[in-house]
């Protein structure tokens, strides 16, 4: 009873200040949910400030949209839906034509030729809505012979700007491409860019190579090959092609390679007397260092970000699972505990995660875990997935896909860390074992 | 004397002993099998070896007897068809050029057809319909969709325009009484409430998660209606807490105590004068606020960092329920870098624009209300989508 007197006392109360109730100060919402679709932007065909830059302004315009569409983050909007057109760089934008077609970014560019063949592009990013410019414009200044590169270095902005994280589209892939059928296969090194074009060879098809692997910076490559009748690990330097062999002793197999963050030192495995173990070296003296000693299969390893930690699979609990060491070794610490097997595990370039691929019911996956094996997720799902690799900012994982049958064959696929946009890479003939360089400079 | 009594026992135990233990030594008497044998006669064996015979007989019987009176013979049997009736043109596909004989002659005829140039057009055997049990459960797989978010939207139909809002199609109509703009129907773009995966769509023959049905929002008590004393964002769980639907007896004196303390704390507060008008805003309406906002928030593009940021922005409205673009700003953040809360910002920002264009749905009369809004964007619901 005393209880329903205070309540009406409180209601009166209430009613009875008005103004009371209406406190000063600005209403107060909270958002806690929202949409996840792809950001609709326009991107109107470049100015050509002179004619010789007309069809290389229409191509960079394109090979931009397809760099920010590819990622599955961005929507293009059609030239069809433009109510006004970009006739000059400097020009004001007419934000209402763009709000009333949704377009939330619009890119405006122009590109120029110089009489000794250099190209210049400049472009300028505007939030459509806010009315105002993303950030300052930009120019990039090159040969038409590197064209796309510009592109690809405009397309990094715009998604830098937008997303706030670093892009991913100046890179290049290193893989291993495949022709014959499947009994009949012969491989070779091949480079690409991150899209699939400017394809060219590094190796011929006379030997197995496998595992290609970026140096930090680019500039190298550690892969394994058979041309000795043994797995064994080389270095080739890009620009040259010139290569070496990794020393090591007569009749041992090394594989399985990857650089440590410093360049310098290189992570393998070693089968020597039918046992397989983690081993580092320092690739200018050539001095290996055992990093780990059981009976078990222990490869794959791959260095966090920091070079401080080292992730590889072993088989040392009776089935293959993901171990995490020291980068000088010392006792590792398990991380994979699903049902399945786990393998070729690859640190993210941020840190914060470690791609794999897993084997499950009969299934092959690409999946994501927490460096301490938390929030794993499968991204993929396919008769053979496998390899797994990071773009330069982490945010996409690019692995090989081989199909079921005698005629089946590998391919390349790329997926983003959330597992939406899966998609193929365009690549001639068959591709397998992807590595992703970091960006270039 | 005893002699016959000895002989006489010995005969009776001998005699015993012949029947308890008899058989022992004896084999067991063979099985054999019996077989029935009846005495026929020899014109019973003939009649019975004629009747063996009778398939060769009946062959005979069935070609019409030529010696057999015309009167004699059965009607019907008397109709001799013994080969088939020549195969329909139709059916064989036999080619022009090889045109069926006049002579009835089927068995050449049906030969000629097999090996002609074209494959005769035969028809599907009576396909058996095999029904087998599903080994797992219809459950629908998740449908991947472009869009992501809170509520599912199913897809529209192909020619619908996709636009924010459902809209109906409007088509000339000359016998209606008024006479309304045509346009084009709309319908929201299909969406899903989480990332489906390649790994998901795997069908399952369990549901692994249930949906369940959303809480109904809380008809507002006139004094959850109060607005906190504290300007501070973290008031919107106290003001969650208010609008619960019915106290609990226990709790009841407490939300008392707090609802008088707030009435009375907001009073000394208020502005003395020139004070907000009009009445509060309800929980229905700052839900459809924060619906409308909620639908053009794209966090699809913000990176990780972003993503872990809350930002508050505050915004200036028209009377007409429009935010006053330039008024736009962020107010502070919590969870990120500051390139992190810009890249939020600017995502808020355009969701408050975008929506707000056409003018968000708030009461005119309650424009004191809202003439000033902060709106506190909190991804962490996002990020596990």
């Known amino acids: 009873m005393m209880t329903r007197v205070l ?5 009166l109360l209430v009613f009875a200040m008005p103004a009371a109730a209406q406190t000063g100060g600005p209403l107060r919402i909270e958002i806690t949910e929202g949409v996840i679709e792809p950001l609709p932007f326009a991107n109107p065909d470049f100015v050509a400030e002179n004619a010789a830059a007309a069809e290389l302004a229409r191509q960079i315009a394109r090979v931009v949209s397809e760099d920010l569409t590819g990622t599955g983050l961005f929507r293009e909007i059609p030239a069809s839906a433009f109510i006004s057109q970009i006739t000059s760089f400097n020009s004001p934008v007419q934000f209402s034509d763009w709000r009333a077609i949704n377009a939330q970014a619009l890119i405006s560019g122009a590109v120029s030729v110089g009489g000794d063949g250099s190209v ?40 830098s ?26 491989k070779r090194l091949a480079i690409m860019d991150y899209d ?20 930090p910076n680019g500039d190298r490559i550690l892969y394994t090959s058979y041309e000795s009748g043994f797995p064994r690990i080389y270095v080739m330097d890009v620009a040259s092609v010139g290569r070496r062999a990794l020393p090591t002793l007569e009749g041992d197999m090394s594989f399985a390679p990857r650089f440590a963050p410093d360049g310098n030192t290189v992570v393998y495995s070693l089968t020597t007397g039918g046992n397989t173990d983690i081993y580092r070296m320092d690739i200018t003296s050539g ?134 946009n899966l998609k193929q890479i365009r690549t001639e003939g068959g591709a397998s074992d992807p590595a992703w360089s970091p960006l270039q400079r | 004397m005893r002699i016959g009594y000895y002989i006489s026992g010995a005969g009776h135990i001998g005699l015993i002993l012949l029947v308890l233990f008899g058989g022992m030594f004896n084999t067991p008497p063979q099985s054999f099998e019996v077989t029935e044998v009846s005495v026929i006669s020899g014109a019973e064996f003939d009649a019975m070896m004629q009747g063996v015979q009778t398939p060769d007989v009946t062959t005979d019987v069935a070609m019409p007897a030529p010696d057999l009176p015309a009167e004699q013979a059965p009607p019907v049997e008397s109709q001799p068809d013994p080969t088939p009736p020549p195969p329909a043109p139709q059916v064989t596909e036999a080619p022009e050029t090889d045109p069926v004989p006049q002579q009835p002659d089927p068995l050449p005829q049906q030969t000629e057809a097999e090996v002609s140039d074209e494959a005769p057009v035969i028809a599907p055997p009576p396909q058996e319909e095999v029904v087998l049990s599903p080994t797992i459960s219809d459950r629908p797989v998740p449908r991947p969709s472009e869009r992501v978010a809170p509520e599912p939207v199913a897809p529209p139909e192909p020619d619908t325009q996709v636009s924010d809002a459902v809209t109906e199609e409007v088509v000339p109509d000359e016998a209606a009484e008024v006479v309304r703009e045509e346009t084009e129907g709309g319908a929201p773009e299909e969406a899903t409430t989480r990332i489906v995966t390649e790994a998901m769509e795997e069908p399952s023959a369990a549901p692994t998660t249930s949906v369940r049905p959303r809480t109904r929002p809380a008809r507002p008590e006139p004094v959850a209606e109060t607005p906190p004393a504290d300007p501070a ?20 004196a407490d939300a008392v105590n ?70 736009l700003r962020m107010l502070g953040f919590e969870g990120g870098t500051e390139a992190a809360a810009r890249q939020a910002f600017e995502s808020a920002r355009r969701a408050i624009i975008r929506c707000g264009a056409n003018g968000f749905s708030l009461p005119r009369d309650k424009y004191d209300q809202w003439r000033e809004i902060e709106m506190t964007f909190n991804p962490e619901n996002m990020r596990i989508r």
């Open chain 1, 196 to 215: 699939g074009a400017n394809v060219q060879y590094l190796t011929d098809s006379n030997a197995i190579v496998l595992a290609p692997r970026f140096s």
């Open chain 1, 120 to 159: 210049s592009v400049k472009f300028r990013l505007y939030d459509v809505f806010a009315g105002q410019e993303l950030g300052d414009g930009l120019q990039f200044n090159g040969t038409q012979a590197g064209w796309r590169r510009i592109a690809h270095k405009v397309a990094d902005a715009v998604y």
């Open chain 1, 287 to 420: 001095a290996a260092t055992r990093l780990t000693s059981t009976p078990a299969i222990e490869t794959a390893p791959s260095f966090s970000p920091d070079g401080s930690r080292i992730v590889f699979e072993s088989d040392r609990s009776g089935s293959q699972q993901l171990y995490i060491m020291g980068a000088n070794g010392g006792e590792p610490q398990r991380i994979s505990f699903g049902q399945g097997r786990y393998g070729t595990p690859v640190w993210s370039p941020r840190g914060d995660l470690i791609a794999f691929t897993k084997q499950s019911k009969g299934r092959f996956h690409i999946g994501v875990m927490r460096t301490d094996g938390s929030e794993e997720r499968l991204l993929t799902a396919s008769f053979l997935d496998e390899g797994p690799t990071w773009s330069p900012n982490g945010r996409v994982i690019m692995f090989t896909r081989e199909t079921q049958g005698a005629t089946g064959s590998a391919s390349l696929y790329s997926v983003d860390i959330s597992g939406r």
């Open chain 2, 233 to 252: 964002p973290e008031a919107a769980p106290e003001q969650q807490a208010q609008e619960q639907p019915e106290a609990q007896p226990d709790q009841t």
């Open chain 2, 258 to 327: 707090d609802a008088l303390r707030q009435a009375l704390e907001g009073g000394a507060a208020s502005p003395a004068a020139g004070g907000q008008s009009g009445p509060p805003m309800t929980s229905g309406e700052r839900d459809a606020l924060r619906v409308a906002v909620q639908q053009c928030w794209n966090v699809g593009s913000l990176s990780s960092e972003a993503l872990r940021t809350t930002v508050v922005v505050a915004v200036s409205m028209t009377e007409d329920g429009k935010p006053q673009s330039e008024s």
């Open chain 1, 161 to 186: 700007r937008i997303t706030g994280e670093g892009g991913y589209f100046d890179s290049r892939v290193v893989y291993v491409a495949e022709a014959g059928t499947k009994d009949d296969r012969r």
């Open chain 1, 7 to 11: 309540t009406l006392l409180a209601a």
